[in-house]
């Protein structure tokens, strides 16, 4: 199977925000950068589409022809919990140096682990590939991406961050 994962475009929040699981704004170019993610899936047919039920994945959705995807909540972001909408420089908790030491193991405070935030991604993978389906794309977060991509093999835990794909940008895993 085939799967087209595609970024939400940028938000509309400071640099260094943790907004994981919040349904923040979009950016002001999110007509700009929509158009040219469309005109690169319009080359493209997919079986069945799924997305993030978070709106700045699901927008991006409908603007390239996908009114209505199934929604999961296995695709929404990272939860970072009792950090959503703070900047990383202005967290004051003790945690989040353990954090920083291990973020693989390590859950956010009331949030989640990387590794956690993988295995339910890997989770809806796993189901996915019990379907009888060719092409699928979905619509998530960078966060989703790089857990596809170590899912995939593209990559692993130790470099996944050298490959984080910009907002409105494509990876394609097979599985």
Sequence with gaps: M???????TSV????GTCYGWTDVPLADTFEQEAAQTKAVLDTKV???VYSSPLTRARKLAAYCG????????RLKEMNMGDWEMQRFDEIKDNNLKKWYED???????????FETFYQRV???LDELKQRDLQQVAIFA?????????????LFNTDNCFEHQVGYGGIEEIEI
């Excluded at 085939?2 to 939400?8: E, G, M, N, Y």
């Excluded at 509309?12 to 640099?15: F, G, I, Q």
């Excluded at 973020?103 to 682990?113: A, D, F, L, M, R």
């Design 122 to 124: 890997a989770s809806f």
């Design 103 to 113: 973020y693989i193991h390590t859950p956010t405070t009331n949030g989640e682990s």
């Design 141 to 153: 977060h960078g966060g989703v991406l790089m857990c596809a991509g170590i899912y995939a093999k």
């Design 2 to 8: 085939k799967i087209t994962l595609i970024r939400h």
């Design 46 to 48: 997919f079986d069945c």
């Design 12 to 15: 509309n929040v400071p640099k």
């Design 66 to 73: 996908y009114k209505h995807p199934l929604t999961d909540n």
